[in-house]
């Protein structure tokens, strides 16, 4: 059977810009771009030229890109010709392929936000895609609020999607603006629209206010709607936009989407969807959501001692979909409710392979759960956990001991309280092998001193940990009965491009940090095979 | 028209006892469970008594709760009578109002992961359920994989929720174990088990595994079910549990469900709604998904500046529900892409007003792109925007000026390398009004120590100061450029109950917190109207 061809729009660089928090640089939005046209995206919206002096820049010239790169802004403003338009302008005069058009399609809307009539509106839609065809650009029309316009007067808002395909746009674009539209409203006015307008012309783009952008954008594909417009981990303004990092591989992996539809994103391109998922947090210094579905770290996860056991025994049992499929993968927790079956699995994870009846199993058992009721985590610090079951089996060499270390931050300020001196210098006196090594550095802080001074002189094993720096560091605190304790955890790189992380615990910063730190140089020396 | 009841069933302390990185005290539970009581869930799932030594303790004494109290466990081993089975008598023994049975449910399961026979399977619910109902517990069968199971041996997968029915079960509850259900899907084979057993003894369990456990659970009940099961916030193993935080306000707010059916929870107590799901991050130390529909910080957040006005305006454009009735609150954030609307907005927000044609709001706004170009953030840090805007504005006081400040971490290890000793103090040196004033202090830490120097002597602010602590503190590094730059939110609480945050920037960590902790004092002397 013929498979229809759905297509894929992707609005990181603008919706997605409307995240809390988030603000692209041009060179996060070339990375960006990049990413979504590896992953086989068919349009990256590149943002708003002539809203932002970025945006404008960024359309100046056209990204090296397969998907179409594509362009947002306002349809003529009213009273306005799109000639005489700077806005419209803007559009047309971008390197963009296509241009999309935002546009009322609720009459409450056109009134009250716009204090248009309804017909400029229609007109405003019908000269701003004729202008952008005749400069042989490809159009398409979100028609913003279109499902609560089509509740409140059906006949408007299909009168303004009609103007736009009757005018040559490619794509109309239903818009659920607000988020609040259900599943099966959606369902039922994208049928409704498809009578009028063929749907392989008809796109949706949700947002995630009642949690459901994902199943409104499956709806409205079920209904005949074949774009659906989204972003990478769902940014976007408020709840987010309808999360294509979930759409993608429900696509894909869903039987019955699968048979029906095909999309631009194969199957190979699929397995680097985790990888691209946080690559993006990686660009946006955010946190990566363990529970996001598919390439979440924790989408595959399992805790109970119970489920551990079946999934070993058989995926399909808590398995929806195989972790591989998306470059992610299975992880059995190491947890206070760990049981022999998760750290078995773990230590196989981390290429440690270990006896199921080994005594040595239960001493690293208690050792976890002593460490973790001090507030250790180690779902977030495999080198931690590795280097700690190594020493539990004996294998892990003892390389060097700490003697002392010290830091010192000082700052004065100018009379005028503004900045005068700030210093931070730490001290370290390492023993390796008998002998004793005192190093010191300035740093830009206290951590950044320590970890100088501490990778100063390591004597025989200098050279291994000459390539390491610290790439991430991250504080959380617990305020776990009167004294708070703070846990670090610290994320390290060597010239080889391998990512290690640690932790450390204390009711000091610098102590955690330390420890942290720590940590990572011994896991080194032990994957660098120092003896 | 006669509303029909639908049940909300919670079990964030069991299945959401699953989320990674979340490990409940007994205090937590007990403390969760009232918040779930107050807001009006029907079941309250503490746990699985017998399976772990805190959930028996847990269910030894019934909590004093409105909600009835349920307790979580497997049917009758195979081979076992129920009165030998350790498991089912941990169950009858607790002090449970309710017991939910889990049994298998797809023929294919019932082979691999419990290698039992499918007859004794059924007759291990049907005896069960029985001994169950014959103390006195009401009874209930989650049916594991159902979905799965049902596409696989529909017949079967039928016949396992008859014999809970048949049996005396109140509830057969229908389990998308693995999350890889989609919401039509759900639809339709919920619409075939109501054609057999009643849709009021009919609940659904759904899980976030394609991003739609909220679109399936409503799905389940407009097909018919009317018992759904799901977590606050989400909590839950994987990719979490159906969001009751989301289902709930849907519920209660979207007009078709309004109309249909009524739940425990009030529309009273849904303006608590936010704080409860705060209230619950805040017993987990994390941080709350500023995301999440309905109750994130993000949720009713705008940032464009051409929809600011807009929702100012009008709220219905951006606003699918009012904030207000979730006990959210409409924000326009202050931002790179900030106009003076949203400023004026925000400054409204916090009470403070000023003309829209202000000259020294441009200076805000200045000051405040100037600020986040440097890693300012004041979305979460409303303390210090509330400080700047007050200090352009010309209505802060001046009371003192920082002379210098210095701290010092030092450690000395045993020779085992153990503990030995650990200190961090600090020296802070305050100008109030022209007298110089010295003090030191010891800390757990390095800010603890800063902070405790800094508010030993402040003169004539001391009274009002004696009463503030720190509370939470947040550390974020930015790899701008090859410095990084460490972004510091400090919360800080008063005896009146007061909290509030600030922010700090700086290459060093220290001195970061210390100008958080700066902001956070002269915010609490302005609010105490100090002069």
Same mark, same amino acid.
């Given at each position: ?57 960024? %359309? ?8 179409? $790169? ?30 999309? $058009? ?43 609020? $279109? ?86 981990? =769902? ?25 029906? %539809? ?64 998306? =470059? ?51 779902? =977030? ?18 390389? %060097? ?17 503004? %900045?005068?001196?700030? =210093? ?108």
């Amino acid at each position: 059977m013929m498979k229809e061809r759905v297509t894929l729009y992707d609005t990181t660089l603008r919706d997605g810009a409307q995240t809390t928090g988030v603000d692209f640089s041009l060179e996060d939005k070339r990375q960006i771009a990049a990413l979504l046209d590896d992953l086989g995206v068919d349009y990256v919206e590149g943002g708003y030229p002539g809203a932002n002096p970025l945006d404008t820049e960024f %359309f100046t010239t056209r990204p090296k890109l397969r998907a179409r $790169f594509s362009a947002f802004g306002m349809t003529r403003r009213q009273g306005r010709s799109v000639e005489n338009d700077p806005g419209v302008a803007a559009l047309l005069d971008s390197a963009a392929d296509a241009v999309t $058009f935002v546009a009322k399609s609720w009459d409450y809307q056109v009134k009250v936000a716009l204090r248009s009539t309804e017909e400029d509106n229609l007109q405003g839609i019908t000269q701003s895609v004729k202008a952008a065809v005749s400069k042989q650009k490809e159009a398409a029309v979100d028609c913003e609020h $279109f499902f609560d316009g089509f509740k409140a007067n059906p006949d408007y808002a299909l009168a303004c999607a009609k103007a736009a395909y009757d005018s040559g746009a490619r794509w109309v674009v239903l818009c659920d603006t607000n988020g609040g539209t259900l599943p099966h409203e959606v369902e039922r006015i994208v049928a409704e629209v498809v009578k009028v307008i063929p749907g392989d012309h008809i796109g949706v783009h949700c947002h995630d206010d009642t949690g459901q952008a994902v199943a409104n954008s499956l709806a409205a594909l079920r209904a005949g709607a074949r774009q659906i417009q989204g972003t990478l981990n =769902g940014l976007g303004e408020r709840c987010g936009n309808a999360n294509l990092t979930t759409i993608i591989p429900t696509l894909l992996l869903k039987e019955e989407f699968a048979e029906r %539809f095909e999309i631009g994103v194969s199957r190979d391109k699929l397995t680097h969807l985790t990888r691209v998922s946080h690559a993006l947090d990686e660009l946006l210094n955010r946190a990566p959501n363990r529970h996001a579905p598919y390439v979440g770290a924790s989408a595959f996860a399992t805790k109970a001692g119970i489920h551990a056991s079946a999934v070993l025994t058989d995926p399909r049992t808590y398995e929806h979909v195989p972790p591989e499929s998306v =470059g992610n993968m299975r992880r059995v927790l190491v947890s206070d409710q760990a049981g022999r079956s998760n750290i078995i699995s773990e230590l196989t994870r981390l290429g440690v392979n270990v006896d199921k009846k080994d005594p040595r199993l239960t001493r690293l058992l208690d050792e976890v759960k002593d460490k973790e009721a001090q507030g250790y985590a180690y779902e =977030g610090a495999d080198a931690s956990f590795f280097l700690l079951a190594k020493r539990v089996l004996g294998e892990a060499p003892h390389y %060097f001991d700490i003697e002392r270390y010290s830091v010192a931050v000082d700052r004065r300020f100018a009379k005028n309280g503004g %900045f005068e001196d700030l =210093g931070a210098e730490a001290i370290v006196k390492v023993n390796v092998h008998g002998e004793s090594r005192i190093s010191a550095a300035e740093g830009n802080g206290p951590v950044n001193a320590l970890d100088l001074a501490l990778r100063k002189d390591l004597g025989a094993y200098q050279r291994f940990i000459d390539d390491v720096r610290l790439v991430d560091y991250r504080v959380r605190v617990f305020q776990g009965g009167t004294d708070a304790v703070t846990r670090v955890l610290v994320e390290c790189a060597d010239g080889a491009g391998n990512r290690w992380s640690t932790v450390g615990v204390s009711a000091n910063v610098i102590d955690a940090s330390f420890e942290a730190i720590v940590d990572a140089i011994n896991y080194k020396l032990l994957i660098s095979g120092a003896t």
